[in-house]
């Protein structure tokens, strides 16, 4: 049984940081690209980042630009999103995601198979 579990989410100011951490289990973590999505209340669920599974080349959406980054760790099974100078339209819940995924494909949901059950952050003074 596949498990993706987040960690990390919480109420932050303006300006701080947070970092995020997905434990998964039950999958070979380094042959799944992994990415992680946000969705907040009345919204589509927005691309964050993802990482490859061959080359671990990362890529960004372009309102995280320069301020998130992403990593992973094999030997532990787990990614991270170190996320800085945070904004209040950063509010959402945060998921992490795994799928066997092409490059013209990171951006968009349905290429991932597996998801967290998501942690919420809030950015508010």
């Known amino acids: 049984q596949v498990q993706l579990v987040e960690s990390g989410g919480d109420l932050v100011q303006p300006g701080g940081s947070l970092r995020l951490s997905c434990t998964a289990s039950g999958l070979t973590f380094r042959g799944y690209g992994w990415a992680w999505f946000r969705q907040a209340p009345g919204k589509e669920r927005e691309f964050v980042a993802a990482?490859?599974?061959?080359?671990?080349?990362?890529y960004y959406g372009d309102s995280v630009k320069g301020r998130f980054t992403m990593s992973r760790d094999n030997a532990r099974s787990t990614v991270t999103l170190q996320m800085n100078s945070l904004k209040p339209e950063d509010t959402a819940v945060y998921y992490c995601?795994?799928?066997?995924?092409?490059?013209?494909?990171?951006?968009?949901?349905?290429?991932?198979?597996?998801w967290g059950q998501g942690t919420q952050v809030t950015v508010s003074s």
């Open positions: 990482i490859k599974a061959t080359s671990g080349n990362v």
């Open positions: 995601a795994a799928g066997r995924v092409i490059s013209s494909s990171l951006s968009f949901p349905t290429s991932y198979n597996y």
